[in-house]
């Protein structure tokens, strides 16, 4: 019975020395483990007091957060909006070369709210592609209003169809009230949210197309028959401005005086895909904004530990 007793009492002996090791080793590797990536940056980055409201750092390769800095923050878009309009019409165009001409009601509400335009005229016979990167490069509002009314049927059918995406997608610092980024109450994203859009618009080929082009002329139209040259506003500034140890793949700013300045951007470092969300960068003139966002966007990128 003692014989007994006392293999019972070595057994708990060495089951309790087994957890006290296995205990040990667990705090010394929490205690001596090196920093995440996203406490290494958070570390490098917080040390460049950006103006920029809302910045969230997403590495795409490795599905990993890198940086944030008010990231859930629900604020104004701006033209970032147009992000979930080419979203939408991604997922139910499957034919780019149909006829989809510029619609005249929506031509004169984006003129009289002196909304950003490509150039196209009120019932131009342009087609869904024209309009794709109409919207995408030269922020047209003719373009994102007249493809969200043919998808939708109306502005307003679409603009639902905007809110279901983003209820499939779980964004829950977003609404959208229209197609095109205007100011309105009730109409908001936070970075979170937009790199989210963003991620989930990059699953289609046709729209890492149309990001990573600088220039394109639309197609023959009546209005413009040798086409009319449209133009990306982010890579027109880019050769300002230096990129060193990372190249930025594409991306789509937006400027309004809720949203101040904004930039989502692709930019490849290191073999990886990185997608930037700067948001709310300060501005004087709405005439010349400057060039804060992307100043900042290179910034980070330049900096980012990977």
């Given amino acids: 019975m003692k014989i007994k007793q006392t293999i019972r009492q070595i057994q708990i ?34 040390k460049k007091d950006y103006k920029s409201t809302s910045i969230y750092v997403y590495n795409l390769t490795d599905e990993e957060v890198l940086y944030t800095k008010n990231s859930q923050e629900e604020q104004a878009p701006a033209s970032l909006t147009k992000l979930m309009t080419i979203l939408v019409t991604l ?27 490509a150039g196209f005229v009120s019932n131009e016979n342009t087609s869904y592609n024209d309009l794709l990167y109409g919207t995408m490069l030269p922020s047209g509002g003719e373009c994102a209003g007249s ?3 043919h998808i939708g049927g109306s502005t307003e059918n679409f ?16 609404a959208f009230k229209n197609p095109v980024g205007l ?26 197309e149309v990001l990573s082009t600088a220039s394109i002329k639309s197609s023959s139209t009546v209005n413009h028959p040798e086409g009319l040259l449209m133009e990306s506003t982010l890579f027109k500034e880019l050769p300002k401005y230096p990129q060193n140890g990372f190249k930025i793949i594409g991306g789509k700013s937006g400027t309004t005086y809720d949203a101040g300045v904004c930039l989502v951007s692709l930019a490849e470092k290191n073999g990886k895909e990185i997608i930037t969300v700067v948001m709310g960068y300060p501005f004087e003139l709405i005439t010349d904004p400057g060039d804060g966002h992307i100043v900042e966007t290179i910034d980070i990128l330049e900096n980012l530990e990977i």
């Fill in 13 to 46: 002996i060495i089951l309790l020395i087994i957890i006290a090791v296995f205990i040990r080793k667990v705090v010394i590797e929490n205690l001596f483990a090196p920093p995440s990536l996203r406490e290494t940056n958070t570390a490098i980055l917080e």
């Fill in 91 to 117: 997922e139910n165009v499957s034919d780019f070369d149909q006829p989809a001409p510029i619609v005249p009601e929506v031509y004169q509400r984006m003129v009289r709210d002196n909304a950003s335009m």
């Fill in 147 to 149: 493809m969200a009314y």
């Fill in 159 to 174: 603009v639902a169809m905007m809110n279901e995406q983003a209820a499939e997608l779980d964004l829950s610092h977003t």
């Fill in 183 to 208: 100011d309105t109450e009730g109409h908001y994203t936070s970075a979170e949210d937009m790199a989210n859009i963003f991620k989930e618009a990059l699953t289609f080929d046709k729209f890492k």
